[in-house]
């Protein structure tokens, strides 16, 4: 059973098109991971798919539901999450204050004068759980543009996650870090993704077959191809595909 399906989407700027007739099919409960050469269309898939973008033809479901023209917010609280390719933390915000303000947002729990949010106890508790699951325990009280670039990456993983998502869609989550800091990215991706459904767009191949149970090649915009990593590895288009660009 497919959580989240594209029917022919298709999207453009200024008559140039970016994807054409783009059919993806998400299963429940697996690691997928989209990859192609730049300016193939990822990140624009990805910003139609939770409602950044509307798509100009074609449909988006989520759980069977058509959601194409939801905006962000809406998608978030049925149980999609997003990161995003440029770190999006809040950073005179504390790392604590970064992950409460997610999961405020799933409970739909707005400010209010009368009611202080040290006071909501289970909004605290459930806060530091999500820390501790990402291992930013130790950096909970410091603004998140203190942070290394790779707590950075970290801490909007967690964020992601904070919205306790059936469905989290990580945009390139191991760019512009270290090798030692994507491995530490990789495991905290396994661990934060257990038994939910994950997307990941990422140009990193070994972090790619480490973690994707199926792979869909996005070229000019259109799907050239999908299937496991082995079935990938070895299809001939796919090598032409990223001739020039990555190994696979």
């Not at 994507?182 to 990941?200: A, P, Q, S």
């Amino acid at each position: 059973m497919n959580i989240l399906e594209t029917k022919d989407l298709t999207f453009g700027y200024s008559g140039h098109k970016v994807l054409e007739s783009v059919n993806l099919e998400i299963r429940i409960g697996e690691r997928h991971a989209v990859i192609g050469p730049n300016g193939a269309g990822k990140t624009t898939l990805f910003n139609v798919i939770t409602g950044t973008y509307s798509p100009e033809t074609g449909r988006v479901l989520f759980r069977g539901q058509d959601v194409s023209s939801l905006p962000p917010y809406k998608l978030n609280r049925l149980g999609m999450g997003r990161s995003f390719q440029i770190t999006s933390t809040f950073a005179k915000q504390t790392v604590f204050q970064n992950v409460r303000m997610g999961i405020l947002s799933k409970r739909g729990i707005r400010f209010n004068m009368l009611k202080r949010l040290d006071k909501l106890e289970n909004i605290t508790q459930e806060t530091l759980k999500v820390i501790k699951q990402s291992n930013l325990e130790g950096q909970k009280d410091i603004p998140a543009g203190l942070l290394s670039y790779g707590k950075n990456r970290a801490l909007e993983i967690c964020m992601a996650m904070s919205t306790n998502p059936e469905l989290v869609m990580l945009d390139e989550p191991t760019a512009g870090i270290s090798k030692d800091e994507t491995t530490l990215i990789v495991e905290l991706i396994r661990k934060l993704t257990e038994d939910k459904t994950m997307v990941i767009i990422e140009h990193d191949m070994d972090v790619v077959f480490s973690l994707a149970d199926r792979i869909t090649v996005l070229h000019h915009g259109e799907i050239l191809a999908c299937g496991t990593p082995q079935e990938i590895q070895n299809n001939p288009a796919v090598k032409d595909a990223y001739l020039g660009e990555t190994e696979i």
